[in-house]
């Protein structure tokens, strides 16, 4: 059986780091947005700005970010089979069922 403690580390690690990746893309996105807008004018609203960059980012990121979002999805699915596994031995000593 896989050790869910250091799963567990592992998953909050990634997540942590998925989200500081989509984070800096949308920080990056936002600045290249405003730097293309300041080169045809002077007034460049930051909240359109920042908008625009948060909806290029999210299927960006779901490119780009592929490896970070595959490790996340490794780590998760290795708790969860440790959770259905100790699901499913609750259930059998419920019911009585000795192995």
């Known amino acids: ?26 920080a990056v996105i936002a600045a290249v947005f405003y730097g293309i807008g300041r080169l045809f004018t002077d007034d460049v609203p930051l909240v359109i700005v920042f908008l625009f960059a948060l909806v290029v980012a999210l299927p960006l990121s779901m490119v780009v970010g592929k490896g970070l979002r595959d490790r996340v999805n490794r780590s998760a699915s290795v708790i969860d089979a440790a959770r259905k596994e100790k699901r499913d031995d609750f259930r059998r000593r419920l ?5």
């Open 1 to 26: 059986m896989t050790d869910t403690g250091a799963a567990k580390r592992t998953l909050a690690r990634d997540i942590v780091l998925y989200t500081l990746f989509r984070l800096a893309l949308v």
């Open 95 to 99: 019911q009585g069922v000795d192995e």
